[in-house]
């Protein structure tokens, strides 16, 4: 196995030096992280974002020279914000990633297959037919049943139609898509147009509803499912080459085809129930990565990982500081800059 | 607003003498009951109808500011002298940012006047900081069951604002104030046929109406009237034109704010060859209801009496 060049981009000597590059990214992704806490509609100068963390980590150390209502923005609101939008920016990225390489498809991206579509009926149903009859944590388990289940149908249609191969696995979850975003779609007609502005919102994503007490469940899930992708890196890599190929390599092509897919499901299902529908990061983070260090999903998937969540952080920044005090739905900055980012990226990458 | 100040003006020493003592007090929000043991001290009202109702008791030195104005223009000049010295935090719904950075204690508003069903803004997202919310009755459907909309919905909030801020003496003459002034409105009120009313709030591809749980329906019953959508199950809520049609209203009542004016409205409906023969637009009737006018609020009562003008006005 490790005599198999699977590599399908350029060998750059950054290959090598991939520690170093995990380092400085992740050293990044912190400054970044700490950057999202002092930004936002009320200035609250860096000095005091340090003694409300601080003191909170441990009490007493610093002198309270600030209010109440300071304290909570920046230890349970800014503080949970910014943790879950880089959660759910290495979530995505990873799933961007992992579907691109079973199903050998460049446009693979978390919300092609179906999932998000099912966890956003999940909160259709939630807000406006049933209400929230178990509390806050009403829609996330909504949403997060919402994907299951319809990656369960993806799965269940793929299987019973003999449609496990790469093109026609997304076929299946394209149809499945349309089906159940149509579902989505007449539960928002049929209930409460001015109810249907919550949706809406959910649809296009966005970090507003992040609280500590639900950081353990996406945090969770990007642990678990990451580090199962990441094991399987070379397997990844095989897939990329083709069914044949992989079936040579000794890989159970189907079964773990479908494997993968649940996997992503999961991670999905959890991002997109805390944080609704982000887009981009998941299609586009993979391929800028993947121009710059080559296609090895040894190095894609860490690095896809770290830059996806240091892009959502980043883009989480110009949602809450664009027009103050308003945030404006983190699904259109990521669409945005990140669109003409990828454009600028592949110009700059044209082959001469 | 200027009349129901000096109707209370005598009682204002009354009151603030006699209320401090009753906390803590209990109300009821929507499917809560909510306790205060003290009266709120930076208070954030959203909407300016909720705004009215805060001001009309007095309450201003109590608020930090308002929300949620701004983006749909509907500050008229009387609410804007009143509001003077307060700061506009955020002109649509605020963020939890937003109240916290105030470091307010109070939080009036309602689902869909500033806090949305699964939003960020709830009472159980703001209850962990130490925010106490006060729901407008006439949102409530949006989170449970409740009976036809009513003016009495109104005096519901004034009176718990009364309770919940240590002004109930000033609350409950303020709204004993309206009770007469209506019952002695309708006394010498012509009871005739009531007219059919169709509410146009906004949209032209589709009305965007009031329905059976919604103010309008209750002040068009109060003015005389009838609202011809009482009978669909919603507060404000989106329709289509052959339902209208249909019901031949002989009277439309535009609810002004926003993008789209008045006369706007009303010359769409006159324009448009499907709305001919509907009697409101063949014979004119149209009767424009400002928004602060039309939701619930202290404005209340001059609208029914707008309503019952335009309805007798044969």
Known sequence: MSHHHLVAGPRHAILHQLPLILAALAFLLVATMVAAVSLGSVAIPPETVWGVIANHLFPGSVEVTWSGGRDNIVWEVRLPRVILGATIGASLALVGAALQAITRNQLADPHLLGISSGAALGAVIVLLHTGMFLGLATVPLFAFGGALLTTALVVFVANFSDATDASRLVLTGVAISFVVTSLGSLGIFLGDPRAAHTVIFWMLGGLGLSQWAQLPYPLLALLCCGCYLLANARHLNAMTLGDESATTLGIPVRRFRMVVFVVCALLTGAAVAFAGVISFVGLMIPHIVRLVVGGDYRRVLPLSALVGAIFLVLADIAARTIIPPQDIPIGVITGLVGGVFFVALTRKRKPR | ?314
């Open chain 2, 1 to 314: 607003m200027k009349r129901a100040s000096t109707l209370i003006a005598p009682l204002l020493l009354a009151a603030t003498a006699a209320s401090v003592a009753a906390h803590p007090v209990t109300v009821t929000s929507c499917d809560r009951e909510v306790t205060f043991d003290a009266p709120p001290s930076r208070a954030i009202s959203n909407d300016v109808n909720l705004t009215e109702m805060m001001l009309a008791l007095g309450l201003s030195d109590r608020m930090v500011g308002y929300t949620g104005v701004s983006e749909w223009k509907t500050l008229d000049e009387t609410l804007r002298a009143n509001v003077d010295q307060l700061p506009e935090l955020s002109p649509d719904y605020p963020t939890r940012e937003v109240l916290l950075g105030a470091d307010a204690d109070f939080y009036f508003a309602g689902w869909n006047y500033g806090m949305r069903v699964g939003g960020e803004v709830t009472p159980q997202s703001l209850a962990s900081f130490g925010i106490a919310v006060y729901e407008l009755t006439e949102s409530c459907i949006h989170v449970m069951k409740r009976p036809k909309s009513s003016i009495e919905d109104m005096y519901a909030d004034l009176l718990n604002l009364g309770l919940i801020f240590g002004v109930e003496d000033k609350a409950e003459a303020l709204v004993e104030g309206y009770r007469q002034e209506l019952a002695d409105f309708s006394a010498n009120l012509s009871h005739g046929e009531a007219p059919g009313v169709f509410i146009y709030d906004s949209g032209e591809n589709k009305p965007f109406t009031a329905g059976r749980y919604a103010m309008p329906t209750a002040l068009v019953e109060a003015a005389g009237g009838v609202n011809i959508m009482d009978d669909v199950e919603s507060s404000w809520v989106e329709i289509g034109w052959e339902a209208v049609i249909e019901r031949n209203p002989e009277i439309v009542v535009i609810v002004n704010y926003g993008e789209v004016s008045a006369d706007q409205k009303i010359a769409f409906m006159k324009d448009n060859p499907a709305f001919k023969d509907i009697p409101a637009v063949r014979n004119d009737r149209f009767v424009v209801l400002e928004y602060v006018e039309a939701t619930p609020g202290p404005r209340n009562i001059a609208a029914i009496k707008r309503l019952a003008a335009e309805f007798n006005a044969n």
